[in-house]
């Protein structure tokens, strides 16, 4: 079983890699935009050995860094049967983006990088890699999300750029599986919402987490897991969170 983790150098898609390592019949190709900055990534690889896991770079905001992966891979793996997508971006202290909280907050500039990365990047890691997917037989493609992109479930306002971007990428990956079902009804194109989990992303937010609420990245890895695990064609489009629940648009 191949299964593709764009992201995996740290926090959640790192506790991915290591979960599926755990399972004898996954062999894993990983992707970080610089493979000698993800010391722990790497450190798994000499672990596990390149039969197990292979590392590839590759950057979701350049859509030729992701061709460029795209046929890397392709001369290595024949087919996928899972492709987890993890690229999310909510602050960014070098160049000030950082979670509106009224109109006056907003930038363009800022809105644009939200979109490359929390969008149009995992949107692009599906045009480029579906082929590999659309063999006939279960497959899965589970792209990060977050219930905050979600319009219906938006009752407090605020977080302009990353709930926009996040109801996009939603939207790109409902009209994604529409699309490939037609070339493969066992391939399954979701989104998933881990929850709040211990990483860079959500460390300035934590304070205002619930007890007992705040994930480990393994706990999130195994949660996630266990939801693709259950996963079946009639799934395809939609939104779940961690616990399997349907997240509504």
């Not at 006056?104 to 579906?130: E, Q, R, Y």
């Not at 750029?161 to 070339?183: D, H, M, S, V």
């Amino acid at each position: 079983m191949n299964i593709l983790i764009q992201g995996a150098g740290r926090g959640l898609g790192l506790a991915l890699a290591t979960r599926l390592l755990e399972r004898d019949a996954v062999r894993l190709v990983a992707t970080v935009r610089d493979p000698s900055a993800a010391p722990r990534l790497q450190a798994l690889a000499e672990a596990h050995g390149d039969t197990r896991l292979r590392i590839v770079a590759l950057d979701v905001t350049s859509e030729t860094s992701v061709a460029d992966a795209r046929a890397r891979i392709g001369h290595t793996v024949e087919r996928l049967d899972g492709m987890l997508v993890l690229a999310g971006l909510l602050h960014d202290e070098r160049t000030g983006l950082w979670p509106e909280k009224r109109l006056a907050d907003i930038d363009p500039a800022h809105i644009a990088t939200s979109f490359a990365v929390n969008a149009t990047g995992p949107l692009l890691m599906i045009k480029h890699f579906h082929d590999l997917l659309a063999h006939g037989e279960r497959a899965v493609i589970a792209s990060l999300s977050a219930r905050v992109g979600s319009i219906g479930d938006n009752h407090i306002g605020g977080w302009y750029a990353y709930r926009a971007a996040k109801a996009a990428q939603n939207q790109f990956t409902r009209t994604a599986a529409i699309e490939l079902r037609r070339r493969s009804r066992a391939l399954i194109c979701v989104g998933l919402h881990p929850g709040t989990v211990d990483t860079g992303l959500s460390e300035p937010f934590q304070r205002r987490v619930p007890a007992g609420r705040l994930q480990s990245p393994d706990t999130a890895a195994r949660h996630l897991l266990a939801v693709i695990d259950r996963l079946t064609p009639e799934d395809s489009g939609h939104v779940f969170d961690w616990a399997g629940e349907r997240i509504e648009p």
